[in-house]
């Protein structure tokens, strides 16, 4: 039975969808105003990971994750580029899709766009206001955090400990400086009439009010990067108790940064690395192997060596499955029987709270004997295990045997057994340079 670390409650919980055998997951999306870096791709692989193996388990899987399309960093990219905000965010949603794609990742069954929504925001606004839970001022309208008792629930922060490090100096007109933004009055850049005039929605609103429109229930799982827990996912959360009277999700699923130097990767430091610029140099799978090798829950300190690492450990993994391919196609051998043994043994290490990492050793352990099987059927089983597991993490080559390479390796075993070594080293040659063998 899969069992997940919950972060609302710090405890690793039997999953128990609110659905028989369906499951609704929202994860927080991009802010489109430029090309995604490698952190930013952690949750896209981590969370399209999470789907393929509950559906594997065959669940019903609805994935949203959302396009945050207008912000303060949209509107002041947009007029460095002159263009409009809609150009540029369309722009880098549309190169967002390609990366994921590039990632290995499925696009998300809906992706909703922030300005999609504004009409509900406004309502559900108007909402929080009527309840008492939010108030009205020069500067836009603010959610009063000390109206919920549960506030700090997901962070673990005492509300009353929250005042330090607030900014009061640029929203000296809210009535408590832990109160925070669920609409911004505004008229620089993109913005929307509403009741309390021109502005745009708060970001923590943004998700709320999606979330609510799109499943209408508490959902499943809700997930992001760990930078997300507070306040952005905090106060998701506060809106939605006072507006909806749930969490918003039962299981709340947070993924470790990824740090250079043990710095956090962000534009804000100039340390980001584009995931564009990294698959020009490696195999976005190999890429892909470097995250899954890490429990998604631990940090990951990134750096040259170590991608230069994975990619030899996936030339190895490849190597290795196409040999077998290889061999397998040449004597026409069917793919559809799995180890029993094997898959169970898989279920139950990603049963325990996703342990890729644990996969991957028992991956490893599947490749070593397959280099070593002779029974043409054996192999075929322990091929389509290792596929099979590999397909879920997103990370199985695809192959293309042509007609010249199954003559060729058929040549080189007859060479190899008539001790023609001549023609059998030549053979090898050809197929260990064309990444047969």
Request: net charge negative; with cysteine; aromatic share 10%.
């Amino acid at each position: 039975m899969l069992k997940i670390y919950n972060t609302l409650t710090n405890q690793i919980e039997l999953f128990k969808s609110h659905q028989d055998k369906k499951v609704n997951m929202y994860v927080c999306g991009p802010t489109v105003y430029g090309d995604i870096h490698l952190g930013n791709a952690r949750p896209v692989i981590f969370f399209d990971v999470v789907k393929r193996y509950l559906k594997y388990l065959n669940y019903d899987v609805h994935f949203v994750s959302n396009i945050t399309d207008i912000d303060d960093k949209i509107i002041e990219k947009a007029k460095q580029l002159k263009m409009s905000e809609k150009a540029l965010t369309d722009t880098y949603t549309k190169k967002f899709i390609n990366m994921t794609l590039s990632l290995g990742s499925v696009i998300p069954d809906q992706l909703p766009k922030a300005t999609e929504f504004i009409s509900q925001m406004i309502q559900y606004i108007e909402e929080l206001i009527e309840q008492g839970v939010a108030y009205q001022t020069p500067s836009g309208v603010y959610f009063r955090v000390n109206k919920v008792s549960d506030y700090g629930i997901l962070s673990k922060q005492n509300i009353d400990e929250l005042t330090e490090g607030v900014r009061i100096d640029l929203e000296s007109d809210k009535e408590d400086p832990r109160d925070f933004s669920i609409w911004k009055n505004t008229e620089d850049g993109l913005n929307f009439n509403s009741p309390w005039g021109n502005g745009r929605p708060g970001w923590h609103t943004e998700c709320a009010v999606m979330n609510h429109e799109i499943f209408g229930e508490e959902i499943d799982i809700h997930g992001g990067g760990t930078d997300l827990k507070f306040p952005h996912h905090e106060n998701e959360i506060a809106q939605t108790i006072a507006h909806d009277h749930h969490h918003l999700a039962t299981y709340w699923m947070h993924v470790g940064r990824l740090d250079v130097d043990q710095i956090k990767m962000s534009k804000s430091l100039g340390n980001i690395t584009l995931v564009k610029d990294l698959l020009e140099a490696y195999d976005p799978y190999a890429f892909r192997l470097l995250m899954v090798n890490h429990h998604y829950r631990q940090p990951i300190n990134y750096s040259e060596d170590l991608m230069i690492q994975f990619a030899k450990e996936y030339d190895k993994i490849k190597r290795t499955l196409k040999k077998a391919f290889l061999m397998l196609s040449l004597e026409k051998i069917s793919l559809n029987e799995t180890d029993e043994e094997i898959m169970k043994e898989f279920e139950s290490i990603m049963d325990d709270d996703f342990n890729i990492p644990n996969v991957l050793t028992l991956i490893y352990d599947i490749l070593k004997q397959i280099n070593k099987e002779k029974d043409l059927k054996r192999l075929s089983v322990l091929y389509q295990s290792v596929k099979t597991i590999l397909e879920i993490l997103g990370i199985m080559p695809l192959f293309q045997v042509e007609d010249e390479v199954l003559v060729m390796y058929r040549d080189w075993e007859h060479a190899r057994n008539a001790k023609n070594f001549q023609l059998a080293d030549e053979l090898r040659d050809e197929l260990n340079k064309r990444g047969w063998i």
